[in-house]
């Protein structure tokens, strides 16, 4: 007996879509995935430790917390979880075929919500001060209390990290934009907005090695010349990695489009991907906003979107 729905993937965007579709009788099956992606079960907000922008907590929450209460309530109207990791899927007819492993689930309608991984760079000192001084996303955490009024540093040379470097000057007394190259890969007008503003400085030809500290969190950085191998200490109080995100969507690329950088591509305005019953929400095809609240709303409009057409069917 085929489930109505499977979800696959346990972030804001998968949760949001297990509680509409619960809500909505169709007794979804949700694989939460096990170190999926090399995160744990609830997708990239379990790795930070405080949520300031997601709407209910004036007081901010862990994002571990906050996974937990999606995972809570989503359990209370019925959701059936499974901390599995889903190793391949057969879209080829319906019922769907989700494997994890060697055991199969067949499913009417699919949501793909297994987000996207924020590459890192694997410096020595990264495991002791990721999220106590290093982080992925400058717009997540860069008005937190620990960068404010510091001098913070991102690695990067691309749109986005000119972007996450300008809008740290907001919070920093001053924001280090460090290049491994002597040019920005960044369009013209960024380059020309980072160059021109005052309190972003560019450190060209030059890669970060280690980064170091103490019980406070992160307190300086190493960073090598790429042209004579030279090195310098830099006193910073946060480090913004702006180098990319790899979509979570291996298992998908014989099945759904993708754009060249393997995001499922969805339908304008929808959640449809090129598979007739099969969704996509989260960042896993959303490379511009990367929230934990657009990941919601657009697993709102996944559920919204499979039980209509669900109902059609029948």
Not at 241 to 270: C, M, R, S, V
């Amino acid at each position: 007996m085929a489930e109505k729905i499977v979800i696959i993937g346990s972030g804001p965007a998968g949760h949001t879509a297990a509680i509409y579709a619960a809500r909505a009788n169709l007794n979804p099956v949700m694989f939460e995935g096990f170190m999926a992606g090399g995160v744990a079960a609830g997708g990239q907000l379990t790795t930070t430790t405080e949520v300031e922008n997601f709407p209910g907590f004036p007081e901010g929450i862990d994002g571990t917390k906050l996974t937990q209460l999606f995972r809570d309530q989503s359990k209370n109207y019925g959701t059936k979880i499974f901390t599995q990791t889903v190793t391949k899927v057969d879209f080829s007819k319906r019922p769907f075929k989700i494997y994890c492993d060697d055991e199969m689930t067949e499913a009417e309608a699919v949501i793909i919500a297994t987000g996207a991984t924020a590459k890192r760079m694997n410096i020595k000192g990264e495991h002791d001060f990721w999220q106590r001084g290093i982080s992925a996303c400058a717009v997540c955490d860069g008005a937190l209390p620990i960068f404010r009024n510091k001098e913070l540093a991102v690695i990067g040379g691309g749109d986005s990290a000119v972007e996450e470097a300008s809008h740290l000057t907001k919070f920093g007394s001053k924001v280090y934009l460090i290049h491994r190259r002597d040019k920005l890969r960044a369009s013209q007008i960024m380059q020309k907005r980072a160059i021109e503003n005052p309190k972003i400085e560019i450190l060209w030809n030059s890669e970060v090695s280690e980064a170091k500290g103490g019980a406070g969190g992160l307190q300086t950085i190493s960073i090598n010349s790429t042209v004579d191998n030279s090195m310098r200490e830099l006193a910073i109080g946060g480090l913004f990695y702006a180098i990319g995100h790899k979509p979570n969507t291996d298992i998908f690329q014989d099945w759904l489009k993708l754009d060249e950088t393997g995001y499922i591509i969805t339908k304008p305005g929808t959640t449809q991907t090129s598979i007739e019953g099969v969704y996509a929400a989260g960042d896993v095809q959303d490379k511009i906003y990367r929230q934990a609240i657009t990941a919601a709303g657009s697993g709102c409009m996944a559920a919204l979107e499979a039980e209509r057409w669900l109902e059609g069917l029948e």
